[in-house]
Every structure is written in C-alpha cells, then in structure tokens.
C-alpha cells in the first residue's frame, strides 16, 4: 500500500495585499485630500480679495459720486438763492 504524498508550501499575499501597500495607499489618499483642501482654501482666499477689492473700488466710486452730487445741488443752491436775490432787487426796483 502506498503512503498519500503531500507537499507544503506556502504562498506570499500579492503586493496589493500587503501592510505596506495599505499603508502607502492610506498615505497618498490622506495627501491627495489635504492638496485639495489646501487649494479650496487659497481659491477661496483670492475670491476674497478679489471681492474685497471690487467693493472698495465701488465704494470709492459711490463717494466720489456723493461728492460730485453734494458739490452740483451747492451750486445749484448758489444759483438759486443769487436769482431769488436778483428777482427781489427788480421787485422792489420797479
């Protein structure tokens, strides 16, 4: 009679099976979400300056135009009182 033959051996995991393997995969998801983040935050950044830059130069508009109005209805009060003056002195002249 004969004796049932066996053979041991022993199979290593793939590579994608390993310790290393999830490790290093866990490293470069961790980085690969901190690089977006990262450029979220600095496209957020520059949003903000852009904006912050366009509202000051409209609010310096909208105070030269505060300006420009007051100066034009002085003026204008100017003129009005100088024809009221002159529109009395004829008044009381004729």
């Keep these: 009679m004969a004796l049932p033959v066996g053979l041991a051996f ?51 508009e909208l105070q030269q135009e505060i300006a420009n109005r007051r100066r034009a209805q002085s003026e204008s009060n100017l003129q009005q009182n100088q024809f009221e003056r002159l529109f009395q002195m004829r008044r009381s002249g004729s």
């Excluded at 995991?13 to 690089?35: D, E």
């Design 10 to 60: 022993q199979l290593s995991p793939n590579f994608y099976q390993s310790w290393w393997f999830h490790g290093i995969y866990a490293a470069v998801v961790v980085l690969v979400v901190a690089a977006c983040h990262t450029m979220r935050v600095r496209q957020l950044r520059d949003s903000e300056r852009a904006l912050l830059l366009r509202a000051e130069e409209r609010t310096n």
